[in-house]
């Protein structure tokens, strides 16, 4: 689905300096060679140069296409390093389709995707052991899991989100809460080199900028003063760039277009996972309305088998869609087959207070799925991650049973009973104290320790094995004389 090619100027293929990047890039080999050297089809390339990778994160929205390409036609054209600046897509190149924004925006700048390089069409493991590989992070800092061992190549971030890693120097970290990445690559530019910027670079920046702040409007609460300079700041450098409403609209149509996607696709389209502990969970923007998504045929065993393919134990899923007013409406969707595990996802984000989500619990079909009406309309994914990565660093990994099996069940008893007895030990000490010490009262909770044991959050255990483990209390408490008073 395309809206009306009137955004780019004539149809001739790249024109300008961004044709002569992709040719002259690195230095006189064309993008495919370089991708056919990092796919270890052509070695003497990789051997050459050292490269420089410019990654963006691995949901791949529009900002992160731009702000990759952007930036990494910047140093390319602007560095003194020897290293050749390859911008690689963090998804695989089947998956571009389901971005239909960013298809939109390549065909209308008339940029081939096959110019581009995709995160399955380059090793960066392998390419990293050779240590001729270097990397700048963009639209995001915390790499998942089976990205760690790429943490030591990292030379240079640009995020816009809060830093929850630290990369300490020689590491370059810019992190600004704007309201888009790609506003931070044009500061960078148009402060370094303005002169190099070309209309097509320009017009990616200066749409994706738009899409991120939604067309610039306060009340959306993305935009910064930031982000309107540097539109503004383009616009003043290319006044025939496209109109903004123009731009907002066709670029919303395209990315709110799911016709025709599978539920599988759905979740693909604009997917986040964070893992703690050996807990994966996946969160994914979903453009539609709840009752809609929900009325979705076979759902259950839909979202379970994505869970499963891909080895998630919870899926949170936003959906998000607009109301007369144009304003956001949004849902929250906790699908997780482990009790437990879904009672610590639920519980976080009920009772989150930074931010409050001012969650609603609405119905399903399964008690494998919770729905909630999210009432904090601003709070996108951005916000909630922080949350759920906090409950699954109090999750106890024993706890933790192979992704899409049933709950506690699954646990053996003497687990959970180690694990319980853990928990009331440090809630009632006089459980674990042998007989010949006296038995003091326990410390009132608000006294000044220096540090509660709730701290960590309540112990993630069955209302049942607590019950249990209580009602032992008091038969044993029974069977405990009074404590002796100090002579
Ligand atoms: N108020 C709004 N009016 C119109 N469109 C809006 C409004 N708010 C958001 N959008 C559109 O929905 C897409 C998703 O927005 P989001 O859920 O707020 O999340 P985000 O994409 O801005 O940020 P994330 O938390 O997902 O993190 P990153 O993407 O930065 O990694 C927006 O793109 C907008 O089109
Ligand atoms: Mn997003
Ligand atoms: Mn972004």
Known sequence: MCASRSWARGSSPVPGSLREWREGFPRGARMTDVARACRGLDPELKESRPLHIVLGNEACDLDSM???L??????????????AFVPVLNIPRSELALRGDSVFMLSELNIPESSLIFRDEIDLHALHQTGKLTLSLVDHHALPSSDAALENAVTEVLD????????????????????????????????GKP????????????GTIILDCVNMAPEAGKVTPKDSKYVAQLEAQFPDLPNRSKIFESLQKAKFDVSGLTTEQMLRKDLKTISGDGTMLAISAVYMDLEVFLQRSNLTAELDAFC????????????ITFNPHNEPVRHLIVFCPNMDLQSTICGALECSHCPPLNLTPAPTP????????QGNALASRKKVLPILREALGAYPSAMKTPSGTPGPESCSQEQMDDELDKAINTLIPEMSRDEEEPVLPPTPMNSL?????????LPKLSAEAIFEKCS????????????????
Do not use: F
Not at 195 to 206: F, G, M, N, R, V
Not at 449 to 457: F, I
């Open 449 to 457: 320790v220096d540090e509660c044991p709730l701290d960590q959050g």
């Open 160 to 191: 816009h989100r809060p830093l929850e890693q630290q990369y300490p120097p020689p590491c370059n970290v810019t992190a600004e809460l704007v309201g888009s990445c790609a506003t931070l690559v044009t500061e960078r530019i148009l402060q």
């Open 195 to 206: 002169e190099i910027l070309d209309w097509q670079t320009a017009a990616l920046l200066h």
């Open 66 to 68: 731009v702000s990759a």
């Open 366 to 373: 399964n008690p494998n799925l919770r729905a909630y009406h």
């Open 472 to 487: 032992q209390i008091t038969m044993a408490r029974s069977s405990i004389s009074p404590p002796q008073k100090k002579k």
């Open 70 to 83: 952007a930036l990494a036609y910047y140093l390319e054209n602007t560095s003194e390093s020897k290293a």
């Open 308 to 319: 499963q393919a891909h080895g998630y134990d919870a899926l949170v899923a936003m959906t």
